[in-house]
């Protein structure tokens, strides 16, 4: 999953054009905080949050890409 911390309209704008060009839906631009408050609404806990970052795919520089590992509260 990628999360952004802040507001990143270009990628806002981008996702849905690359649908259209690909037909492949990254879905919508999700911030970290939101993806928290569904998190803790679902009565969830984060366990591991890890970005995964990599030297040689650019990509991954530029869109931060997480593992994300959650339980249910106790």
Request: charged share 30%; glycine share 2%; aromatic share 10%.
């Amino acid at each position: 999953m990628t999360l952004n911390k802040k507001p990143f309209p270009i990628l806002e704008n981008i996702k849905p054009l690359i649908k259209e060009l690909t037909t492949v839906d990254f879905g919508k631009v999700v911030y970290e905080k939101e993806f928290e408050e569904v998190i803790s609404i679902s009565n969830l806990e984060i366990v591991q949050k890890v970005r995964i970052q990599s030297k040689f795919n650019p990509l991954l520089w530029v869109f931060p890409v997480h593992y994300i590992e959650c339980k249910i509260k106790e």
